[in-house]
């Protein structure tokens, strides 16, 4: 099974449904999906997918445990959460372009967790070769801050004690 997660902030995430049909349609994805699309609307109707607005953290978890891959938004708790398990997981991260979120901060934190490992990809190709050949399920750690904004609070704090 697949876990394609897209997290349940209210903007749109269309373009990682997009990426998903054409996926299944394509039959590159041959096994079970299960899509947590939150606010974004699916119109996908295939036999392999199994689609619900959201799941509970131990839901979650759960399914990301019996995934073979989970392809998630690169939102921060959810990075950390896979992360944390072992998951074999990539990140999509959500792109102010595209209407998918206020910034570009999923793209910034996808940037900054990749020299632990954890892949990301903003293009289908990138994606596409994702599902063909799985990346490592994660073995390490993120940060030892209990959470990202004291990281960034102790990092930048830092920079300006420099100045």
């Not at 998903?20 to 609307?41: C, F, K, N, R, Y």
């Not at 991260?93 to 910034?103: A, F, M």
């Amino acid at each position: 099974m697949i876990v394609y997660t897209l997290g349940t902030i209210f903007f749109p995430f269309d373009r990682a449904v997009d990426w998903l049909q054409i996926l299944l349609e394509q039959e590159i994805i041959v096994e079970p999906v299960l899509l947590q699309h939150g606010a974004t609307s699916t119109r996908l109707n295939h036999p392999l997918l199994t689609s619900v607005p959201s799941l509970s953290r131990h839901e979650m978890y759960a399914a990301a445990q019996q995934a073979s891959l989970v392809i998630s938004h690169a939102g921060q708790g959810s990075t950390r959460m896979l992360a944390e398990m072992g998951a074999c997981f990539v990140l999509l991260p959500r792109l102010k372009r595209y209407g998918e979120h206020v910034d570009d901060h999923q793209l910034l934190f996808a940037r900054a967790v990749e020299k632990y490992g954890i892949q990301h990809c903003i293009e289908l190709q990138q994606l596409l070769e994702y599902v063909k050949e799985r990346p490592s399920p994660f073995q390490g750690k993120l940060f030892n801050a209990p959470s990202l904004v004291m990281h960034l609070i102790e990092r930048y704090s830092s920079l300006e004690l420099q100045k």
